[in-house]
């Protein structure tokens, strides 16, 4: 493939809902740019985007790929996306290094749930937007059922450019809305077609998509529409229709919308062509970077001649060949065997050979230029959302803006074996997917690890099992309970032991008071003293207060830790000679022990704010659940995009571990959330007993 300026270079997402035929669309793409001399089947695993065992074994894409063509002096870089919520960490990294974006919609299935959110993703992006009606030639397909879906549920500037004749088994060409012409399939299903007039049957109809469609063009320009209130759409030449066109484009008042079937090849050169007018190349992107010298922001222009600026937006990690890093050059150039620097850790990176991915096909260059894309193996720090850039010029993009995680759960291993491989398995899988976060309570000794959802990381599983050869199971993760107490309680305690011999003799007064709970305090007690005239010397004070931690980590009611503490020493006694640490300690812990009991101990759970984004339609539903079934507090609801809002809830975590699942029941998968730690609160009387009964039980069974 020859080089191109960045004028040329378009990047290109196809984004879908899964099964809307986007690995098929890219295989149709391939082979009509010539790039391919037969079309592969996401049936039979052939295809250049779904190489991943895992893609194979399900038919559908895990991974984003990159898909590079060549089309009338042009290059294209498609990017094909997973279409299932729970990859949209993959659709999150193509958003930010695309140009613009294909959604891909079943004629049959019309908008589905992951068109809908992929949209709004996109929308939040502020990516230009195209649509592909994809399968017209499937029985049940529905043209204006899917317009209307289209306008309804995404936006009402999407605006057919394109109408078919026929559906189904009787789909036999595409009118041009714009040029008023017919583009007529031949029987082979090779893509080839004759333009001709449009068929009388629907010329009508034609003609009056067509003057709505010139008519919104129009509308970007006064001379324009002038023209057009005179002398109707014949008073517009081609090149006005275009020029203005591109302008309704750049000022989003159209999004165009275009049609066809992959599987017949029917539509794909017009929509490349379709794709050069609506959506900007490269050299048209502006980009700001922020300059590490002087702490400022600046634009670049994606030029070949300005600083090297790279950003990582995908790592594979193969356990044989190590990590494979995809990148998008936004500035300047990249060249093989040189060495630049990442802006986040600082250090330099030695680049080896450099790449272009085809699928899973590596072909090596020698550079990179702004606006391409290329992947580089076996950096030693670099990570997904890092910038590269020259050490003489040090600068630093916008990272991805991932998804936050939704679900957690525990790690099990099934072998001691297993045990020894897991850590390296699970932050080697952590690398190619930053929607994962993997961590440690410290209260319970879990391993957690945290995801979209129940299904992806029950997908995470198998992959390690599969990479790495590490069996583990998944479970819901013990509740960090927490106990404070409310009053403030005071207690002396005296520890006198004698065994014959040296004994041990230590006497304390220990008064507690609770502070206010704060999870963000770094350490739940406060320990001071207020000992007058030496009563107890100074170096056993730091005894007593291990003791009382040791007693705080135990619990007073239901064996969790107690936090949010102050305690002070006030009074006590020790003997010259039986006083030692391991005595004062002793007194400490049951000193704190007793003192707890009288300062109405309680128990509290964490509670967490969610933010939740569903359709309109199922605002009762969500508000019903939250009240009834999850001990919620609703906060407050906001009215955002088209026909969704934005409810924020305060939910006891105990009731909304497994919220991705349930959001995604109640609302068809056309809700979404974040949820983060806000604060604790005191558990209900009747959840308490539960949490003290089954915490007695745990500790019957052990012993």
Same mark, same amino acid.
């Given at each position: 493939?020859?080089?191109?300026?960045?004028?040329?270079?378009?990047?290109?997402?196809?984004?879908?809902?899964?099964?809307?035929?986007?690995?098929?669309?890219?295989?149709?793409?391939?082979?009509?740019?010539?790039?391919?001399?037969?079309?592969?089947?996401?049936?039979?695993?052939?295809?250049?985007?779904?190489?991943?065992?895992?893609?194979?074994k399900r038919h *559908?894409? &895990? /991974?984003?790929?990159?898909?590079?063509?060549? +089309?009338?002096?042009?290059?294209?870089?498609?990017?094909?996306?997973?279409?299932?919520?729970?990859?949209?960490?993959?659709?999150?990294?193509?958003?930010?290094?695309?140009?613009?974006?294909?959604?891909?919609?079943?004629?049959?299935?019309?908008?589905?749930?992951?068109?809908?959110?992929?949209?709004?993703?996109?929308?939040?992006?502020?990516?230009?937007?195209?649509?592909?009606?994809?399968?017209?030639?499937?029985?049940?397909?529905?043209?204006?059922?899917?317009?209307?879906?289209?306008?309804? $549920?995404?936006?009402?500037?999407?605006?057919?450019?394109?109408?078919? =004749?026929?559906?189904?088994?009787?789909?036999?060409?595409?009118?041009? $809305?714009?040029?008023?012409? *017919? +583009?007529?399939h031949?029987?082979?299903?090779?893509?080839?077609?004759?333009?001709?007039?449009?068929?009388?049957? &629907?010329?009508?109809?034609?003609?009056?998509?067509?003057?709505?469609?010139?008519?919104? &063009?129009?509308?970007?320009?006064?001379?324009?529409i002038?023209? #057009?209130?005179?002398?109707?759409?014949?008073?517009?030449?081609?090149?006005?229709?275009?020029?203005?066109?591109? *302008?309704?484009?750049?000022?989003?008042?159209?999004?165009?919308?275009?049609?066809?079937?992959?599987?017949?090849?029917?539509?794909?050169?017009?929509?490349?062509?379709?794709?050069?007018?609506?959506?900007?190349?490269? *050299?048209?992107?502006?980009?700001?970077a922020?300059?590490?010298?002087?702490?400022?922001?600046?634009?670049?222009?994606? !030029?070949?001649?300005?600083?090297l600026?790279?950003?990582?937006? %995908?790592?594979?990690? @193969?356990?044989?060949?190590?990590? $494979?890093?995809?990148?998008?050059?936004?500035?300047?150039?990249?060249?093989?065997?040189?060495?630049?620097?990442?802006?986040?850790?600082?250090?330099?990176?030695? &680049?080896?050979?450099?790449?272009?991915?085809?699928?899973?096909?590596?072909?090596?260059?020698?550079?990179?230029?702004?606006?391409?894309?290329?992947?580089?193996?076996?950096?030693?720090?670099?990570?997904?959302?890092?910038?590269?850039?020259?050490?003489? /010029?040090?600068?630093?993009?916008?990272?991805?803006?991932?998804?936050?995680?939704?679900?957690?759960?525990?790690?099990?291993?099934?072998? %001691?074996?297993?045990?020894?491989?897991?850590?390296?398995?699970?932050?080697? =899988?952590v690398?190619?997917?930053?929607?994962?976060?993997?961590?440690?309570?410290?209260?319970?000794?879990?391993?957690?690890?945290?995801?979209?959802?129940?299904?992806?990381?029950?997908?995470?599983?198998?992959?390690?099992?599969?990479?790495?050869?590490?069996?583990?199971?998944?479970?819901?993760?013990?509740?960090?309970?927490?106990?404070?107490?409310?009053?403030?309680?005071t207690?002396?305690?005296?520890?006198?032991?004698?065994?014959?011999?040296?004994?041990?003799?230590?006497?304390?007064?220990?008064?507690?008071?609770?502070?206010?709970? @704060?999870?963000?305090?770094?350490?739940?007690?406060?320990?001071?003293?207020?000992?007058?005239?030496?009563?107890?010397?100074?170096?056993?004070?730091?005894?007593?207060?291990?003791?009382?931690?040791?007693?705080?980590a135990?619990?007073?009611?239901?064996?969790?830790?107690?936090?949010?503490?102050?305690?002070?020493?006030?009074?006590? !006694?020790?003997?010259?000679?039986d006083?030692?640490?391991?005595?004062f300690?002793?007194?400490?812990?049951?000193?704190?022990?007793?003192?707890?009991? !009288?300062?109405?101990?309680? =128990?509290?759970?964490?509670?967490?704010? $969610?933010?939740?984004?569903?359709?309109?339609? #199922?605002?009762?539903?969500?508000?019903?659940?939250?009240?009834?079934?999850?001990?919620?507090?609703?906060?407050?609801?906001?009215?955002i995009?088209?026909?969704?809002?934005?409810?924020?809830?305060?939910?006891?975590?105990?009731?909304?571990?497994?919220?991705?699942?349930?959001?995604?029941?109640?609302?068809?998968?056309?809700?979404?959330?974040?949820m983060?730690?806000?604060?604790?609160?005191?558990?209900?009387?009747?959840?308490?007993?539960?949490i003290?009964?089954?915490? !007695?039980?745990?500790?019957?069974?052990?012993?």
């Open positions: 493939m020859k080089e191109y300026g960045p004028d040329r270079i378009h990047t290109i997402g196809l984004f879908g809902h899964g099964g809307a035929g986007k690995t098929t669309l890219a295989e149709a793409l391939l082979f009509a740019s010539k790039a391919l001399p037969r079309m592969g089947r996401v049936e039979d695993g052939s295809t250049v985007s779904d190489y991943d065992p895992d893609e194979v *559908a894409s &895990i /991974n984003l790929s990159v898909i590079p063509i060549e +089309w009338n002096g042009n290059k294209f870089n498609f990017i094909d996306v997973p279409g299932y919520a729970d990859f949209r960490g993959e659709a999150a990294a193509a958003l930010r290094v695309i140009d613009g974006m294909v959604l891909v919609l079943d004629a049959a299935g019309g908008v589905e749930v992951g068109a809908e959110l992929l949209w709004q993703m996109a929308r939040e992006a502020n990516i230009p937007r195209v649509v592909f009606i994809n399968k017209l030639d499937r029985e049940n397909a529905n043209f204006q059922r899917t317009v209307e879906q289209a306008k309804g $549920l995404l936006s009402e500037a999407i605006t057919p450019v394109h109408m078919p =004749i026929g559906s189904g088994a009787n789909f036999k060409g595409i009118v041009s $809305l714009r040029k008023r012409k *017919a +583009w007529l031949h029987n082979g299903k090779d893509g080839a077609y004759e333009i001709a007039e449009i068929p009388a049957e &629907i010329r009508q109809e034609a003609l009056q998509m067509a003057d709505g469609l010139i008519e919104k &063009i129009a509308m970007t320009n006064d001379h324009l002038e023209e #057009y209130l005179e002398g109707g759409a014949d008073a517009l030449s081609a090149e006005e229709i275009r020029q203005g066109f591109q *302008a309704a484009i750049n000022a989003h008042t159209i999004m165009p919308l275009f049609i066809g079937s992959a599987t017949t090849l029917s539509g794909i050169p017009q929509l490349l062509d379709g794709i050069l007018d609506a959506i900007p190349s490269a *050299a048209n992107r502006l980009t700001t922020h300059d590490l010298r002087n702490d400022d922001d600046y634009f670049l222009e994606g !030029k070949a001649d300005e600083p600026s790279a950003l990582v937006f %995908k790592t594979l990690v @193969d356990q044989y060949v190590g990590r $494979l890093s995809f990148f998008r050059v936004f500035s300047g150039e990249i060249h093989s065997n040189s060495v630049v620097r990442n802006a986040r850790t600082g250090r330099e990176e030695r &680049i080896g050979q450099l790449f272009q991915m085809r699928g899973k096909e590596q072909t090596p260059v020698s550079s990179v230029s702004a606006g391409d894309l290329g992947a580089v193996a076996k950096l030693a720090d670099t990570l997904s959302g890092d910038t590269l850039y020259n050490p003489e /010029n040090p600068l630093r993009l916008r990272s991805v803006s991932y998804p936050e995680a939704a679900f957690t759960a525990k790690v099990t291993p099934h072998s %001691k074996n297993d045990l020894d491989k897991l850590g390296n398995a699970l932050h080697r =899988i690398e190619e997917d930053p929607t994962l976060h993997l961590g440690r309570d410290i209260q319970t000794g879990e391993t957690l690890l945290a995801g979209l959802s129940e299904t992806h990381l029950n997908f995470v599983a198998e992959r390690v099992k599969r990479k790495f050869d590490v069996h583990f199971d998944l479970a819901i993760p013990s509740v960090p309970y927490r106990e404070r107490i409310s009053s403030t309680a207690a002396t305690y005296r520890h006198k032991k004698q065994t014959g011999g040296a004994g041990q003799f230590a006497e304390i007064s220990l008064r507690l008071e609770p502070l206010p709970t @704060d999870p963000n305090r770094a350490d739940p007690l406060e320990f001071v003293s207020e000992i007058v005239g030496g009563v107890v010397s100074r170096s056993f004070w730091p005894a007593i207060e291990k003791g009382i931690r040791e007693s705080m135990l619990g007073v009611l239901s064996g969790h830790p107690v936090i949010d503490v102050k305690a002070a020493i006030y009074d006590g !006694k020790e003997h010259p000679v006083s030692k640490e391991i005595a300690k002793t007194a400490g812990k049951f000193a704190f022990r007793e003192a707890a009991r !009288k300062a109405n101990p309680v =128990i509290i759970e964490p509670i967490y704010a $969610l933010k939740i984004n569903v359709p309109d339609e #199922y605002v009762g539903d969500i508000l019903s659940d939250l009240n009834g079934n999850k001990r919620g507090r609703v906060q407050g609801m906001e009215q995009g088209h026909s969704r809002t934005l409810i924020t809830a305060h939910v006891p975590l105990a009731e909304c571990q497994r919220y991705a699942t349930d959001l995604r029941s109640i609302t068809q998968g056309r809700g979404d959330f974040v983060r730690l806000d604060h604790y609160d005191d558990v209900p009387h009747s959840v308490a007993q539960t003290i009964a089954n915490s !007695k039980q745990q500790h019957d069974d052990d012993e």
